[in-house]
């Protein structure tokens, strides 16, 4: 079985503040060995679950948070960004059977984590066909058009609830819930054993696991904080501006809605 795992920093069980997700911060490397620890669990658990393959995804930031050093012999660590539309799951493709998401945050907009947002800082909020939509949101879909199944996902508990209908059986571990500019965390010694004991069910029941059905038909709208990012990304061919500060992009091919928001995000 192969598998593969995204993992972002700001749903990690131990972030609270933007600061904590910047490496000039002296308090970084203790939530990057956090977000490392929580791969490594998961890691654990896709090997319980009779994985023999695992390919790691850093994407926060640099990508280059995971301590490579800390993961099992079968995994393999993709850092850096490539370029590629597929961003935040840039490696995945058809021959693997399963997706796990590590440390992912609520949507721009959405209350549940005080550093919610939607990939750049710059959008007020991401819809597609009417939706806010989450990083999650976003590559998890990526996942499921190389027919890839989701089937864990592990973030602040607001995310993880409004993404409960995105993924037939999807298994869910909320590690910490936001109010305001607060946060509830979990026990870091209880989320590792969560995460790893998720993992391995998520993946031992993946055969009953369906994909998705996917859209035909994809309106993505993006509202700016600043309207001066409408204005420049409204020359990008196929996009449109429809307020001030909002513009919109329709197409039935999911990989070209990717393509488009990796440049205008």
């Known amino acids: 079985m192969k598998v593969f795992i995204s993992a972002d920093i700001e749903g990690i069980t131990t972030t609270t503040f933007w600061p904590e997700t910047e490496p000039e911060n002296p308090e970084y490397k203790a939530h990057a060995d956090q977000m490392t620890k929580e791969v490594q669990a998961a890691c654990q658990g896709a090997l319980e679950a009779g994985a023999t393959e695992i390919v790691v995804r850093d994407a926060h930031g640099y990508a ?11 995994a393999k660590l ?18 693997f059977d399963a997706a796990v998401f590590i440390g992912y945050h609520s949507a721009a907009s959405k209350r549940g984590n005080p550093m919610s947002h939607t990939e750049s800082l710059r959008p007020l909020y991401v819809k597609i066909n009417g939706r806010l939509a989450s990083e999650f949101m976003l590559f998890s879909y990526a996942a499921a058009l190389e027919k890839v199944p989701t089937v864990f996902l592990s973030g602040d508990k607001q995310l993880c609830e409004d993404s409960k209908d995105l993924h037939p059986g999807l298994i869910t571990c909320p ?9 509830v965390h979990e026990n870091p010694v209880n989320t590792l054993k969560s995460i790893k004991s998720g993992v391995c069910q998520a993946l ?12 035909d038909r994809y309106e993505m709208e993006i509202c700016y904080k600043d309207h001066v990012k409408a204005e420049k990304f409204s020359y990008f061919p196929g996009v449109e501006r429809v307020s001030d500060n909002t513009i919109r ?11 488009v928001f990796s440049f205008v995000n």
């Open 64 to 74: 280059n948070n995971i301590d490579i050093h800390a993961l099992p012999k079968e």
């Open 78 to 95: 993709i850092r850096g960004w490539s370029g590629h539309p597929y961003m935040m799951v840039f490696g995945i493709d058809h021959t």
């Open 175 to 183: 590690v910490k819930e936001g109010f305001g500019e607060a946060i």
């Open 204 to 215: 031992d029941q993946n055969q009953e696991h369906g994909l998705p059905v996917l859209p």
């Open 249 to 259: 992009f329709i197409t039935d091919d999911y990989f070209e809605l990717l393509r």
